[in-house]
């Protein structure tokens, strides 16, 4: 449960802020609410309380390890070099988001998606990791699926 965990955490900021800026217009950025330390904070004792009644105690650090690297890796490239003004997502509600190309929708987003190097070696760890997880058996699927059928019974 803690891999599952840690993936859903990975994923958490952008499934929060990019429906609500992008979709649905309620927030200025796909980078801002979910995004910021302050949010991260806040998450992080709601994670655990929730966490413990359903008997996974150690998957709640697993999601705010995996909602905490998110946040770093996507730290723009200038600030390796000291330019920390594409950083003040991190401090919203109390900066503003940097002035980043946003798109009007998710749909736009991917259409304008385009293949480059660096995307090319995304694609190809992930392929690598779900092969590694497939022949390793697919830890955590079957508690997964046990864990959605106990708490949400199919008909």
């Known amino acids: 449960m803690p891999a599952l965990a840690v ?7 952008d499934l929060i802020d990019k429906p609500l800026a992008w ?3 309620l927030l200025a950025s796909g980078r801002s609410l979910a995004h910021s330390i302050a949010f ?3 998450l992080i004792p ?18 705010v390890i995996g909602h905490v690297t998110h946040l770093v ?21 109390f900066l503003g988001p940097p002035a ?12 304008g998606y385009s293949i ?14 779900i092969i590694v997880w497939y022949r390793d058996g697919l830890p955590g699927l079957k ?3 046990r864990s959605v059928k106990r708490h949400a019974p199919l008909g």
């Not at 980043?100 to 259409?111: M, Q, T, W």
């Not at 480059?116 to 990791?129: D, E, I, K, T, W």
């Open 7 to 13: 993936a859903l955490g990975s994923q958490f900021p």
């Open 23 to 25: 979709e649905l217009g």
């Open 40 to 42: 991260t904070l806040l």
């Open 46 to 63: 709601i994670v655990s309380a929730l966490a413990g009644p359903t008997g996974h105690r150690e998957s709640a650090p697993a999601f």
């Open 73 to 93: 890796t996507d730290l723009p490239r200038m600030t390796i070099a000291g330019d920390f003004s594409g950083t003040t997502y991190l401090f919203w509600p």
């Open 100 to 111: 980043y190309d946003e798109p009007s929708g998710i749909l736009v987003a991917f259409s």
């Open 116 to 129: 480059s190097a660096y995307s090319s070696v995304q694609f190809a760890l992930l392929a690598a990791a």
């Open 143 to 145: 508690v997964a699926w």
